[in-house]
């Protein structure tokens, strides 16, 4: 399905080099139709708005957004492992998953950046992309939930996402990871804030994670119940 290559698309940084493509991304999710109306509205108003927005405008957005606090992190495995070993074995897990798609990735990225996870999830048949997509559901719904807290535009980018999903978010499990505490967005917090544990695992340097089974097999980043 093309519209999780858009979805992923949307989520990425914003170039001028696929900005100016928008008006193909529109198409895209129409044609598709695989999107939920409530949400393919608010994806295509989403798209709407960066057409008229200064690029450099959106940028400042998406950085404000993604880059100043793990909560919203897009690295999904970050919400997991942390910097633990164990994500390393899963990166490497994830990034054989992709070759075997014929999804080749730079070294200098990163195989569980959400973004690359879509586009991959793109070159899959349907049934195992939404399959696959249940998987790490629980930290999408998270960010959708801490996002839309924060009134943020991309929250109807990670609603989609959500949509695209058989597996139903653990509500229950979302409410506990949120209920923690806000998050605390200064420079001095957000130095504390990667030295510590996953908020959906246990303590770094532990080969378990207390709150999440880890990767065995590349793609389980299933949230335990």
């Not at 390393?88 to 990034?95: C, D, E, F, K, T």
Request: net charge negative; glycine share 6%.
């Amino acid at each position: 399905m093309k519209t999780f290559k858009i979805l992923g698309l949307l989520l990425s940084y914003p170039e001028s080099d696929w900005v100016c493509h928008l008006d193909e991304c529109e198409e895209v999710l129409v044609q598709e139709q695989v999107l939920p109306k409530k949400q393919l509205k608010a994806v295509l108003a989403f798209i709407g708005d960066l057409k008229t927005s200064d690029i450099y405008s959106a940028q400042e957005e998406y950085v404000a957004t993604f880059d100043r606090g793990r909560s919203h992190c897009l690295h999904l495995f970050e919400h997991i492992h942390g910097e633990s070993r164990d994500r390393g074995q899963a990166m490497v897990n994830l990034a054989n998953a992709y070759e075997e798609k014929g999804l080749y990735i730079d070294q200098a990225e990163l195989p569980d950046y959400l973004p690359l996870f879509l586009e991959f999830l793109s070159l899959c048949p349907a049934d195992e992309a939404v399959n696959l997509l249940g998987e790490p559901i629980d930290i999408v719904a998270t960010i959708a939930a801490r996002l839309r807290e924060r009134k943020s535009p991309y929250t109807a980018l990670f609603d989609a996402t959500v949509a695209l999903s058989k597996v139903k978010p653990d509500q229950e499990k979302i409410r506990e990871v949120l209920e923690e505490g806000r998050e605390d967005t200064s420079l001095e917090a957000l130095d504390r804030e990667w030295e510590e544990a996953a908020a959906f695992g246990d303590q770094p340097d532990k080969a378990d994670c207390g709150g999440c089974k880890p990767p065995s097999n590349g793609l389980n980043v299933t949230i335990n119940q």
